[in-house]
């Protein structure tokens, strides 16, 4: 069966410092890839995705992910948090019928 | 840009009550889901529908029902409420995937509604 872990449940990360959320998934084939924002008392909002083709993949608000097929992780980077990046972050993948198995989700505290 | 609506942003209901969440999308998408959010367990899938009138069971349903009688909406009825059933609900939409297979197409969601059932 497909899951998502996110190992990580909280982080903690000053302002200005890097901030990498990890993501492993489980996944028979070629896995479509998902991370998504959720600020507090909103939806969730696409960060960017995978497909196929080159493994590092860009996305909005400066963040950036690496897909590793031998290590089964998808991790989502971003050089230089700022405050407004404290949110939850899930990571997804698609499964069959436009479905998507999420993980637990990580939450993101940015200190001054 | 995709538009997901969700009829209430908070609602407080009593236990009993038979509950109804709206969702409407303005872009077209065959695909539509609901999902319930409680803190620990991640976005757990109520249920989906790939089509007008259809509907298909994800991991959660006990205790819900849907109903897809226009393509651009999709509500999610709470039969009977319970206590239990106090949390965010969140609803989104996607194109479709050809043969059931697994999509690429990434899911637009709605703001949520906060559900609290007294």
């Known amino acids: 069966a497909q899951s998502v872990t996110q190992p990580d449940i909280h982080i903690t990360v000053s302002e200005g410092a890097s901030l990498e959320l990890r993501c492993n998934y489980s996944y028979g084939a070629t896995p479509y890839l998902f991370w998504y924002v959720q600020s507090p008392g909103q939806g969730l909002q696409l960060l960017l995705k995978y497909f196929s083709g080159d493994t590092l993949v860009q996305g909005i608000k400066g963040f950036e992910a690496e897909f590793k097929r031998s290590q089964s992780s998808f991790n989502l980077r971003k050089p230089s948090v700022h405050w407004s990046d404290a949110a939850e972050y899930f990571c997804a993948v698609g499964v069959g019928w436009g479905k998507l198995q999420f993980g637990a989700g990580t939450q993101v505290v940015v200190t001054p | 840009d995709v538009k997901v609506t969700q009829s209430s942003r908070y609602l407080v209901k009593r236990t009993g009550e038979k509950v109804f969440l709206e969702c409407v999308q303005d872009m077209d998408h065959e695909n539509m889901f609901w999902y319930r959010q409680d803190p620990g367990l991640g976005l757990r899938l109520i249920y989906f529908s790939y089509d007008v009138k259809m509907k298909e069971k994800g991991d959660i349903p006990e205790g819900y029902s849907v109903s897809r009688e226009k393509k651009e909406r999709f509500s999610l009825i709470l039969e009977s409420a319970s206590t239990n059933q106090t949390s965010m609900y969140l609803c989104?939409?996607?194109?479709?995937?050809?043969?059931?297979?697994?999509?690429?197409?990434?899911?637009?969601f709605g703001d949520g509604t906060r559900l609290s059932i007294l």
């Open positions: 989104a939409s996607s194109f479709g995937s050809r043969g059931g297979g697994a999509s690429n197409q990434p899911q637009h």
